[in-house]
């Protein structure tokens, strides 16, 4: 079912090694893909170390703010793994071994012959009143409370937690885009553009400049929730582009003729 | 010279395609690498749309609360490149056209032979008393206010600017960091590792889990700004992963003397 109503949302990423520049962040741009994919507007996003006070004040702007909230990060079995504390401290509930989570890591451990050492055991640590976000790839489970989604740092174990959480919500109007190649650069095109923007507010126009090496050319993306909106746009940018390029050719035959005659 | 206070620092990258998903963010990590060289805390990154008033909002928070702020995207020709007038707005100055860009950018297109159109001429505006951030790359110039440092989005250009802003802050304290690889994973090292981690609060300890398709090992990293402290804390690490490999030797042993006897 889809839900009319706009869905935003907010991600926060946890780690000192992102910020240290030791580890690249993946999540984010995969994030942004599924989201766009899903109607959800993914506005804002932010990375903080492995700090609770820094962990639960980023929580707390961010999820009064927005629909949903998306984490990454820090529920491993290590002291640095403090993100269901710091969660936990954000909902003002207590963080607790949860029965469940501790069964699925025993079985798991047992099976593999492996010690359910205490640090495994800080993996079922979670806020009182969580929902699970089942972990396909390594059993830990992930954990929902309020509007806010808790899952791993590790790009397969986020990505497969993703996968499940996305299919619990509703999805919102999608985003329609077009895209439209442009063979001139954003400086010809970008006064002519933002009068097209202007006239045609519903949408949302941007530019992506490329260089093939010699040359700049430009691919204008145009999205809009509203079908209609979005083709009216898109007329008007094609029509921008055709203008452009017959007042080019039309100079450069002058240009030739006044060669000629030189 | 070598400045011993911390100083710290926070991005925030600019731009719709971010949030999309159509674009994946390069300039954080790399950012993230220069400043742990240069001996600055990157401590929060933020990445925020296109949107005047959300990237005021994030810039007056985190420029009033770190040494450094380093900003990305936003600075092209186009309609949706409004960075320069948020950054204008939350410092409360105007933002004109600078008279030392107008002429760089004046004189590379008419080298080119191509207008310096009002889009182009766009590229030249600034907060009124910024200094420049050259670009080697495309000429149109970074700025610098305050203590907020302007790039562009294209991972060439902000590198380049990086670059030459980095040579003109003072080196901080630099943080020192050993790695001690760990044939153990994270769940039998994790409570030994936590009390370590207390026995040198001078340190930050960080543990990143590698699966090679059969088993868990551990990198374990040390940093500290206190060579000292750094090394006692190493040495303690090194002594808990010998302490722990004589054991599981000592079991091994053991369960083989107990399969003799069977």
């Known amino acids: 079912?889809?839900?009319?109503?706009?869905?935003?949302?907010?991600?926060?990423?946890?780690?000192?090694?992102?910020?240290?520049?030791?580890?690249?962040?993946?999540?984010?741009?995969?994030?942004?893909?599924?989201?766009?994919?899903?109607?959800?507007?993914?506005?804002?996003?932010?990375?903080?170390?492995?700090?609770?006070?820094?962990?639960?004040?980023?929580?707390?702007?961010?999820?009064?703010?927005?629909t949903y909230v998306f984490?990454?990060?820090?529920?491993?079995?290590?002291?640095?793994?403090?993100?269901?504390?710091?969660?936990?401290?954000?909902?003002?509930?207590?963080?607790?071994?949860d029965g469940e989570a501790m069964r699925l890591l025993g079985e798991m451990y047992a099976r593999r012959n492996m010690e359910f050492t205490e640090a495994r055991q800080r993996m079922a640590r979670m806020p009182e009143g969580s929902r699970h976000i089942p972990n396909p790839v390594s059993v830990a489970p992930g954990f929902v409370i309020g509007n806010v989604h808790v899952m791993a740092g590790v790009p397969q174990v986020f990505q497969a937690m993703l996968d499940s959480v996305v299919a619990t919500l509703p999805a919102g109007a999608r985003v329609l885009s077009r895209s439209i190649p442009c063979p001139f650069g954003e400086g010809d095109i970008g006064t002519l553009l933002g009068a097209v923007q202007k006239a045609h507010p519903q949408t949302s126009i941007g530019s992506y400049p490329h260089f093939d090496g010699k040359r700049f050319s430009t691919e204008l993306v145009v999205r809009a929730r509203d079908g209609v909106a979005l083709e009216a746009a898109a007329q008007a940018i094609v029509a921008m582009v055709e203008t452009l390029a017959a007042e080019r050719e039309s100079a450069r035959t002058r240009d030739l003729g006044t060669g000629e005659l030189a």
Request: hydrophobic share 40%; charged share 25%.
């Open 1 to 66: 079912m889809t839900d009319t109503t706009i869905k935003t949302a907010a991600m926060l990423a946890i780690g000192d090694e992102l910020l240290s520049g030791r580890t690249k962040d993946k999540n984010i741009g995969h994030l942004a893909e599924v989201l766009t994919l899903s109607g959800i507007d993914l506005k804002e996003v932010r990375i903080v170390g492995d700090e609770e006070d820094e962990i639960v004040a980023a929580l707390n702007a961010l999820r009064t703010r927005y």
């Open 71 to 97: 984490t990454s990060g820090g529920i491993g079995p290590t002291h640095d793994d403090i993100t269901a504390d710091a969660v936990s401290k954000a909902f003002g509930v207590p963080c607790l071994h």
